[in-house]
């Protein structure tokens, strides 16, 4: 059973005058225990669709779905209230800039500690608040942090950055979540500690059977760690299939683009060639071409791309396009 | 052929405040040495406090160096003269939308470096701005835009025009690709290969992300805790690093290379 199965979600916010379709009629699907890459340059939607699964959005934006379903459950029809039992006992998030998240008025333990889930503590009141601080301690030993004792005492400003993220992650494993989302967790991070942070979210999925929702910018970074991916492009479903299908076989021309243009995948390229790009930049918000949104600046585009694509599935590979590469190859 | 930009035996270390007798000094970078000719890339990779930015701060002129000296063509360059090394080198930044000013328009941000640093009337400065502006890939009207009126890549643009303006020899960046969205950043790489054809410009290319260090430059150094561990052409040591530091760093990164 898929754990989550979101159809055609469309994401709007409205203004005064008009209305802005930031995210339009997109799909995601999480089977268990899947490590799946969501990925999108900058206003591609991609935060905003993963804030619509938390369910923080606030009342400006609208978000409609043929489909939202969580584990059978439909999302959208449950109230706001129990929306939240439901997700945050399942689903828990972290986010980028992770020295920024934390508290930094209050040691790590006592974050740790808040974050603890009461309901797994056992005993007499008297006991809890010992149970609370061995749970902290258990869930830093979970995030490979050894030196707990020192750790708990620390402030976030004492920490390195790989080390807040370990502890954010440690937060969003006290409620032992299904899925994991990671909104770009190794931005500005050093290579070395991003290549930790995804190892350790690569053994929670190995060991505990984690689902991971893993959002990135960069789709050279998350290749190596997942099993599927997505990538969206100005709020549009651009193309998804599984990490192999995406990176040798790419059917639509923006992925095709973004493989092109990374000199990390293109090893044979000579040194100091010209890179494949595609010409002019991501379009505003307030100013989104019609139909498909990469029009203006795909090489393929003919006139029929006026009209946004229907979603195609050639054996779980899905793509949107209407002159997608498929016959290339 | 004579080096463009020599650099011989450059240090810097800061003296921490400290009573008169236990006065203590952190080393930032243990002197250092290499030269850049015109049309090549050097890269300058490291972690965090390796002392990458310290070098180009150094290099910039925005600190005084301990120990050590800057040629350019051959000519000592003096540490407290900033008019005499702005114009030959300059910098652009990791984050351009801090570094420009957003109460000035971009002819006037243009302008800045122009009216101190030459002798061009208002025409001639007019000219050369539009002309830089259209080296950079953005058109003339926009002289007149604010800086929150464009997009990131455009910034970077941006912060590449003030850069080229003065006509420079070398031109430093710091992380300036980093921020970027991946096809702005292939469109950025171009555009600065491109200049370095037309201008003979010399790169300092500082940078943890080794796809663009290999495809981008013909030399590289890598710096660890101040020190330099390796100096050599790029192809040599990202096929055969000898250094432990060097081989940790690629394999950090490789698994990617590998995975076509």
Redesign the interface.
């Known amino acids: 059973m898929n754990l989550l199965d979101i159809r055609n979600l469309s994401i709007e916010l409205h203004s005064s005058h008009n209305s802005i379709l930031a995210v339009d009629r997109v799909s995601l699907s999480m089977k268990e225990g899947e490590v799946r890459g969501l990925v999108g340059?900058?206003g591609s939607g991609k935060s905003l669709l993963a804030q619509a699964i938390i369910g923080v959005l606030d009342d400006r934006w609208h978000v409609h779905a043929d489909r939202f379903h969580w584990r059978g459950r439909d999302l959208l029809r449950l109230t706001p209230e129990e929306r939240k039992v439901v997700i945050s006992q399942d689903v828990a998030m972290i986010f980028q800039e992770p020295m920024a998240c934390l508290d930094p008025t209050a040691s790590i333990g006592e974050q740790l500690e808040e974050a603890v889930n009461s309901e797994q503590l056992s005993g007499y009141f008297w006991q809890k608040s010992q149970q609370r601080k061995i749970a902290a301690t258990k869930l830093l030993h979970k995030v490979g942090i050894k030196n707990h004792e020192l750790c708990i005492r620390s402030y976030p400003h004492q920490l390195t950055e790989a080390l807040c993220q370990r502890v954010m992650i440690a937060m969003a494993l006290a409620k032992k979540p299904l899925l994991l989302i990671a909104d770009e967790p190794t931005a500005a991070m050093?290579?070395?500690n991003?290549?930790q942070i995804f190892r350790l979210l690569a053994s929670l999925n190995q060991l505990k059977n984690m689902s991971i929702l893993l959002i990135s910018?960069?789709?050279?970074?998350v290749?190596?760690w997942t099993d599927t991916i997505t990538v969206m492009y100005s709020g549009q479903f651009v193309e998804a299939g599984t990490t192999k299908q995406i990176?040798?076989k790419p059917y639509h021309p923006y992925t095709r683009?973004?493989l092109d243009?990374?000199?990390?995948?293109?090893?044979e390229?000579p040194?100091?060639s010209?890179?494949?790009?595609?010409p002019g930049?991501?379009p505003?918000l307030q100013h989104l071409p019609i139909g498909c949104r990469l029009g203006p600046r795909c090489p393929r585009a003919q006139q029929e791309c006026v009209q946004a694509p229907k979603v195609k599935n050639f054996h779980g590979h899905q793509v949107s396009c209407h002159f997608s590469l498929r016959d290339n190859y | 052929m004579a080096a463009l930009l020599q650099v011989i035996e450059l240090s810097k270390s800061y003296k921490l405040s400290g009573h008169w007798f236990n006065q203590k000094t952190v080393t930032a970078l243990d002197p250092l040495s290499f030269e850049i000719q015109a049309y090549k890339t050097l890269a300058i990779i490291g972690?965090?406090g390796s002392g990458k930015s310290t070098l180009a701060k150094l290099l910039v002129g925005a600190e005084i160096p301990s120990t050590g000296k800057v040629r350019l063509n051959g000519q000592t360059l003096n540490a407290e003269n900033f008019k005499q090394r702005c114009q030959h080198i300059r910098m652009i930044f990791q984050d351009s939308g801090t570094t420009l000013n957003p109460s000035l328009t971009i002819r006037q941000l243009l302008d800045e470096p122009l009216k101190l640093n030459t002798t061009l009337n208002e025409a001639q400065r007019t000219q050369l701005i539009q002309d830089t502006l259209q080296k950079v890939g953005l058109l003339v009207d926009h002289m007149n835009f604010y800086p929150h009126m464009f997009?990131?890549?455009?910034k970077q643009r941006i912060s590449l025009a003030r850069a080229i303006i003065l006509k420079p020899q070398v031109i430093i960046l710091d992380e300036a690709l980093a921020s970027l969205?991946?096809?702005?950043?292939?469109?950025m790489?171009?555009l600065l290969?491109d200049l370095q054809q037309q201008m003979g410009l010399a790169f300092i290319l500082i940078s943890?992300?080794?796809?663009?260090v290999?495809?981008?430059?013909?030399d590289m150094m890598v710096l660890a805790d101040g020190k330099v561990v390796e100096y050599g052409k790029?192809?040599d040591i990202l096929n055969q690093p000898k250094h432990k530091f060097t081989q940790?760093?690629i394999m950090?990164?490789h698994?990617?290379?590998l995975?076509?």
């Open positions: 340059e900058s050093e290579n070395s991003q290549g910018h960069d789709l050279e970074n290749t190596h990176f040798t683009a973004l243009s990374s000199p990390k995948a293109n090893i390229l040194a100091k010209r890179l494949m790009t595609l930049s991501i505003i | 972690e965090t997009s990131g890549g455009q969205d991946p096809s702005l950043r292939s469109q790489i171009n290969l943890h992300n080794l796809g663009i290999r495809h981008f430059s013909d790029t192809a940790k760093l950090s990164q698994f990617q290379l995975h076509k």
